[in-house]
């Protein structure tokens, strides 16, 4: 059974610019979390899709933003970076709606660097 | 304040041994879960293991066991017979299931153990 697929696996951007990450979740899966990992802030909850709804945002701004399709796979974007976006950016998809106990399943991964 | 508490940011245990990771949680909700990943270098988080707050027994996973102290509110992660890979960063993290916390459904990470394993 394939796994939490992200892609790409690295990226390297410029300030003011826009990127746009992907995310699909293993077969059956129908909600998918995304997560920002830095070395500072530890690993912190941006959004929560189920069924093509956002169902719960973490503390961010508007700038990050996300979408989940009818196939359950899911973007992520950012605009407008700035320097403290570089970070590994994790997507992780579970079988239930985030509010049950079911564990979340995570993929590798994609780390940003922004120049 | 911290919902997810690792004291201990890195630790070392020999291989073969057996290795305590602590974490410690503060939530008001009845119904929560608890939940052991592992990350290594390369970046991608393992599921380990899972408790429940209403499970009776403590969870097991292979050499994964969750020593569960609910009064305690605390959640350690066991490791018995330490293997050379099991090097890696360790996170506990809780997610509140009920539906009166509003964003508090998402999963809350604590600040994670490094662990290495010594040959």
């Known amino acids: 059974k394939a796994g939490v697929t992200q892609t790409p696996r690295y990226l390297i951007k410029t300030r003011g610019q826009q990127v746009t990450l992907s995310c699909s979740p293993i077969s059956g899966h129908r909600s998918v979390s995304w997560y920002q990992q830095t070395p500072g802030q530890g690993l912190q909850f941006l959004f929560e899709?189920?069924?093509?709804?956002?169902?719960n945002k973490g503390n961010f701004p508007g700038r990050f933003s996300g979408r989940q399709f009818s196939n359950s796979r899911s973007e992520m974007n950012v605009s407008t970076l700035e320097l403290g976006d570089s970070a590994l950016y994790l997507c992780a998809s579970s079988r239930g709606q985030i509010g049950s106990n079911q564990p979340q399943h995570f993929g590798d991964g994609t780390r940003l660097s922004i120049l | 304040a911290q919902k997810i508490t690792q004291t201990q940011p890195g630790m070392f245990v020999q291989e073969k041994e057996a290795v305590t990771l602590d974490c410690t949680y503060d939530t008001s909700d009845p119904s929560y879960g608890l939940f052991w990943y592992k990350q290594p270098s390369s970046g991608e988080m393992i599921f380990l293991i899972y408790q429940g707050s209403y499970d009776q027994q403590n969870a097991t996973e292979g050499r994964y066991s969750l020593n569960f102290q609910k009064a305690r509110k605390s959640a350690n992660l066991v490791i018995s017979a330490s293997q050379l890979g099991d090097s890696a960063m360790y996170f506990c993290?809780?997610?509140?299931?009920?539906?009166?916390?509003?964003?508090?459904?998402?999963?809350?990470f604590g600040s994670g153990t490094q662990l290495t394993v010594l040959p």
């Open positions: 993290a809780m997610r509140e299931a009920s539906r009166d916390s509003g964003s508090a459904r998402q999963l809350t």
């Open positions: 899709y189920f069924s093509e709804t956002q169902r």
